[in-house]
């Protein structure tokens, strides 16, 4: 079992920044992929940002350039930071880790909210 915990979530202006982060706990020697994804109200969850236990990253294309995926392995942490957001950013923000191939453990989710 894997818990995650997440944190950083809040309102923010428009063109602002926010940085999140979610602590991994648990059986974590067995993590290989971490990740953000994001649920608007409506919206399927979608992508944000994954990162290898390598340093590798994949980004959605919407936050290029905007958002930035990093991961402390000794830490067990996972972070994004946000920059430049923009009022469709605006989601619950959960943090996702693979262990092995095939199963994930999700985070309970973190309100980000992007005022115009």
């Known amino acids: 079992q894997v818990q995650l915990v997440e944190s950083g979530g809040g309102l923010v202006q428009a063109g602002g920044s926010l940085r999140l982060s979610c602590a991994a706990s648990g059986r974590i020697f067995r993590i290989n992929d971490m990740g953000w994804y994001r649920q608007a109200p409506g919206k399927q969850r979608e992508l944000v940002a994954t990162i290898t236990r390598g340093g590798s990253t994949n980004y959605a294309d919407s936050v290029k350039g905007r958002f930035a995926i990093s991961r402390d392995n000794a830490k067990n942490t996972v972070y994004l930071q946000m920059n430049s957001v923009k009022p469709e950013d605006t989601a619950v923000y959960y943090c996702?880790?693979?262990?092995?191939?095939?199963?994930?453990?999700w985070g309970q989710g973190t309100q980000v909210t992007v005022s115009s």
């Open positions: 996702n880790a693979l262990v092995g191939i095939t199963v994930n453990y």
